[in-house]
Nanobody, 124 residues
Framework: VQLQASGGGLVQAGGSLRLSCAAS????????YGWFRQAPGKEREFVSA????????YQADSVKGRFTISRDNAKNTMYLQMNSLKPEDTVIYYC??????????????????WGQGTQVTVSS
């Protein structure tokens, strides 16, 4: 599956953005999808993930209560609704697809396909 992330931009602190990750192919529904983010010079950091059915979701502690992940299998698209954004959320966000075991859900190594990234900038 090929992934295309979009929806990033510039927003003031406290504002909201919705990231989208559109996937090509007819196998969208079988994958687990995740969002990761990466600041320059730092390792890629887990943000959120959703399993193939959408019934199980996972969030990093830093975004719990603020970010919500969802998927629309009919549209081959996965979303990350980001509310109450903070300046520290300013990084590039990447979507990913794969078949991670539960223990690998929060690890980049659990995913096999990656989108190109979308920049989120939160001004104070």
């Amino acid at each position: 599956v090929q992934l295309q992330a979009s929806g990033g931009g510039l927003v003031q602190a406290g504002g909201s953005l919705r990231l989208s990750c559109a996937a090509s192919g007819r196998t969208f529904g079988i994958y687990t999808y995740g969002w990761f983010r990466q600041a320059p010079g730092k390792e890629r950091e887990f943000v959120s993930a959703i399993n193939w059915s959408g019934k199980s979701t996972y969030q990093a502690d830093s975004v719990k209560g603020r970010f919500t992940i969802s998927r629309d299998n009919a549209k081959n698209t996965m979303y990350l609704q980001m509310n109450s954004l903070k300046p520290e959320d300013t990084v590039i966000y990447y979507c990913a697809a794969g078949f991670p075991a539960t223990a690998q859900i929060m690890s980049p190594s659990g995913y096999i396909n990656w989108g190109q990234g979308t920049q989120v900038t939160v001004s104070s």
